[in-house]
């Protein structure tokens, strides 16, 4: 299944359209700023991503669709809307927020590519097993740059989301050392040994760096009992392995099915995410 942007991306190498986006935002709105829609008048018609649905997107679609009617060389500069939310809309939100219009073409994808992709959060991704694969597939729609790394080159599928780019590392916990600054990471392995190497890996550039995210491992309790044993034989203290979290995903769901592990660890990382952004718009 496509993401909303690789369906966009794809239907505007040969059809214009109006994308939509949420600017200033004020009070209760059903969609955060930067959420965005983008709409056709192609025989297919139709509308491919969503700033909150109800009468709110279905007055954006209608303005989109009279400029596309317009034709190509009329109102081809941006522009905005302010909207009152309330009663008159069918709204109970009752903020208010601005509505940014453009017209679009095949021209723009790359440049819209990185626009609509930026500000994503870097996450880093050890393991090409099924839960792995799971995992991209999860992650596909959500604002997270993926990098996927393992020590078999061979694992990784050719058809990767447009937010996944994948990694070769021997030895695997070599590419700790290049991740992303504010990385979350992920560790899941093909084996015990390279996800205690990881985890070392990881630990180590938290003590030297201190700019990793949430470092999450799969796996048991008991599992993490042993690894914690080994890693306080390799020096590490218990204050520092308080940084990891293990097991993964969302206390309660039990599921063993890669797409059930997939969808609770990925729940909890917006959660984490979440709490991350209210710190520092706090501090």
């Not at 992303?180 to 030297?208: G, N, T, Y």
Request: aromatic share 6%; glycine share 10%; charged share 20%.
């Amino acid at each position: 299944m496509l993401s909303d942007l690789e369906a966009f991306l794809l239907r505007l190498a040969t059809e214009r359209a109006v994308l939509v986006t949420v600017g200033a935002t004020r009070g209760s709105v059903p969609r955060e700023t930067g959420a965005w829609m983008a709409v056709f008048a192609g025989a297919a018609g139709g509308a491919v991503g969503t700033i909150g649905g109800g009468h709110l997107e279905w007055d954006a679609m209608r303005h989109a669709r009279e400029a596309l009617g317009r034709g190509a060389g009329e109102r081809s500069a941006p522009w905005s809307q302010a909207v009152t939310l309330g009663p008159s809309l069918g709204q109970c939100c009752g903020g208010a927020l601005v509505l940014q219009f453009e017209l679009v073409d095949a021209s723009c994808r790359e440049a819209l590519r990185q626009r609509l992709t930026h500000g994503h959060a870097p996450l880093a991704l050890f393991g090409g097993g099924h839960v792995g694969r799971a995992l991209v597939h999860a992650l596909a729609p959500l604002p997270f740059d993926v990098t996927w790394i393992d020590s078999r080159d061979e694992v990784f599928p050719h058809d990767l989301p447009l937010n996944v780019r994948t990694e070769y590392s021997e030895p695997v916990q070599l590419a700790v050392r290049d991740l992303a600054p504010r990385s979350s990471v992920l560790i899941m392995s093909f084996s015990h040994a390279e996800d205690l190497d990881i985890v070392a890996a990881c630990l180590q550039r938290q003590r030297q760096h201190e700019d990793l995210g949430f470092v999450g491992l799969i796996g048991s309790k008991t599992k993490w009992a042993t690894f914690r044993r080994r890693l306080r034989q390799r020096g590490f203290s218990e204050a520092e392995l308080a940084r990891i979290t293990c097991p993964i995903g969302l206390p309660g769901i039990q599921g063993k099915a890669p797409a059930v592990i997939a969808a609770s660890v990925v729940a909890q990382l917006l959660l984490v995410c979440e709490a991350t952004a209210d710190e520092r718009l706090t501090s």
